[in-house]
């Protein structure tokens, strides 16, 4: 059971680390004529972010997501790789 749940961990992470780095190349590639389109996707989360003012402390939480094409190809190389392991 440990290894299993291991495992689990490793994909998440693998499926993180794609994500991250195929958003980093989808902005590198919007700057490139011919690979513009890695860079199309779509954001969303909450914009403007909640903000909880109790007079002591204020609290703000946000979260926001943006996934382009290149984080989607990078997910689906990472789960791929996952596989080969």
Do not use: C, H
Request: proline content about 2%; overall charge positive.
């Amino acid at each position: 059971m440990a290894t299993r749940d291991k495992n689990i961990w490793i994909l998440v992470l693998f499926i993180l680390s794609g994500l991250v780095i195929g958003g980093l190349l989808g902005e590198l590639a919007s700057k490139v004529d011919f690979l513009w389109w890695l860079s199309y996707g779509q954001s969303f989360g909450l914009t403007p972010p909640l903000t909880l003012d109790l007079d002591v402390i204020q609290l703000t939480f946000a979260i926001a997501f943006k996934i382009n094409i290149a984080s989607i190809i990078g997910m689906v190389i990472a789960i791929f790789i996952y596989r080969k392991i």
